[in-house]
């Protein structure tokens, strides 16, 4: 299983980046499929997750200015970000979890740099 992550870049604060990870295989053999990002210095954090069914839960800092979503036919997951703030800096992460098992696996990552 392979998951790509894309879309990470420069952008001044208040802007909007989309982040992409497709993944290999279909998504529906996932339960979950989570956004975490890592900035310098600091532990990997949740960002964004939908379900297998479609539910979503975001972390609090982001709620109102990112959106998680899925293309079920392009087996890949996206997160709109809008209102970007420097504190958005990090290197944003995908993540899937296996519906039947117990594995996960990750991205390589994808750099998010918010800065003026």
């Known amino acids: 299983v392979q998951l790509v992550e894309s879309g990470g870049g420069l952008v001044q604060p208040g802007g909007s980046l989309r982040l992409s990870c497709a993944a290999s295989i279909s998504i529906f053999r996932f339960s979950a499929m989570t956004w975490y990002r890592q900035a310098p210095g600091k532990q990997r954090e949740l960002v964004a997750r939908i379900t297998t069914v479609g539910r979503t839960n975001y972390a609090d800092s982001v709620k109102g200015r990112f959106t998680i979503s899925r293309d079920v036919a392009e087996n890949t997951v996206y997160l709109n970000m809008n209102s970007l703030k420097p504190e958005d800096t990090a290197v944003y992460y995908c993540?899937?979890?296996?519906?039947?098992?117990?594995?996960?696996?990750w991205g390589q990552g994808t750099r998010v740099t918010v800065s003026s």
């Open positions: 993540n899937a979890d296996e519906l039947y098992g117990d594995k996960d696996y």
